[in-house]
């Protein structure tokens, strides 16, 4: 009987209609409250605004049950995560490839495949298939939760895709604060001075974020040589969604035969591109390019926040420990492929 006074109330009031855009504010307004304070407590304690955006969503999970919340949560998660990772564009540039050289641009476009490839053999002797393989290797690879969100954006879905991401976002930002702290020591234990260490911490770590500090915490020649590095496994983000967008489109097609396949570029790499090639040829104002980057930023905190929302712990734990040894394994192997590519340029 609650259920349907809710029900009604709800239609009355324009909520109940899916379409509408009534229908999405409340949800919407939701994970854009836990966004905010989830960068409001990494702002005074230090901790991953991503993380914590994700833990609160997760804590507040019923909501996404409520009749009024579940449309604006589902377009959040969904939507405007695309949204979000269109914009990322903004931050890539052709000078930004022009200054790290041939060998260094080799080595991180081989690292990002090599992890990848890794993935999908290594995820079998894990028990799992290439849903969660390609989901975790490129989150790995590219640049932590933000290529997870894309990736998962392009993966057929099903009754475990949200459970998978909340995984890799969860491992990766774990794995992504360990490697801010450990990677500057390990660089200087293997004694590359303070470009190599940059390059190094660049071409590893996950997260953007994590990279910036672990570089700098070195010294600026090394924290700007991290940044560029990492902006660079940014921009593989495009090729490696269409690429697996296509190898995607294919075999769907192939196993069903009928009904409407995958599109060939999804709309927000499409948007992606575009924005990149912009700013390459200086058609983007630096008026336009910092809040462009900043709403990015904050689109991507908002949906992890509504992921969150959509997530049962008790499914996510389900994922095992296989998984994050499997996102363990995929670390490791960048890792080695990144260090032993330097010690090949040197010597």
Not at 56 to 64: D, E, M, P, V, Y
Not at 165 to 183: D, E, K, P, Q, R
Not at 305 to 318: D, F, M, N, S
Request: net charge neutral; with cysteine.
């Amino acid at each position: 009987m609650a259920n349907e006074t809710r029900d009604t109330s709800a239609n009355r009031l324009g909520w109940g209609r899916a379409g509408g855009f009534l229908a999405l504010v409340p949800g919407f307004l939701v994970a854009a409250m836990i966004a905010l304070a989830s960068q409001f407590v990494s702002e005074h304690y230090g901790a991953p605004a991503m993380l914590l955006a994700l833990l609160f969503g997760i804590a507040l999970n019923f909501l996404s049950a409520e009749l009024r919340c579940a449309p604006g949560i589902g377009f959040t998660s969904k939507t405007l995560l695309r949204a979000g990772v269109a914009l990322l564009g903004v931050r890539i540039s052709a000078d930004m490839l022009a200054d790290l050289g041939w060998d260094v641009i080799a080595l991180v476009v081989g690292g990002v495949a090599g992890t990848i490839a890794f993935g999908l053999v290594a995820s079998r002797l894990f028990g799992y298939r290439y849903r969660f393989a390609f989901l975790s290797a490129g989150a790995v690879a590219i640049c932590g939760a933000s290529a997870a969100m894309a990736l998962a954006a392009i993966l057929p879905r099903d009754e475990k895709s949200d459970d998978r991401l909340v995984f890799t976002v969860v491992g990766v930002t774990v794995l992504s604060t360990v490697a801010m702290i450990l990677y500057p020591l390990i660089a200087s234990a293997l004694g590359f001075d303070e470009v190599m260490s940059g390059i190094f911490i660049g071409a590893t770590v996950h997260d953007v974020a994590r990279v910036v500090g672990a570089g700098y915490s070195i010294s600026e020649p090394a924290g700007d040589a991290a940044t560029l590095v990492k902006l660079l496994r940014v921009l593989m983000l495009a090729p490696v969604v269409v690429l697996g967008g296509l190898v995607i489109r294919a075999t769907a097609g192939a196993r069903t035969g009928t009904g409407p396949r995958p599109p060939l570029i999804p709309a927000f790499v499409a948007g992606f591109i575009v924005l990149a090639g912009l700013n390459s040829f200086g058609l983007l104002p630096s008026l336009v390019v910092g809040p462009a980057s900043e709403l990015s930023r904050w689109l991507l905190l908002v949906a992890i926040a509504a992921v969150g929302l959509r997530t049962v712990p008790g499914e996510v734990l389900r994922v095992g420990p296989a998984a994050a040894a499997l996102i363990v394994a995929e670390t490791v192997f960048l890792g080695v492929v990144v260090v032993a590519g330097l010690h090949f340029m040197v010597g």
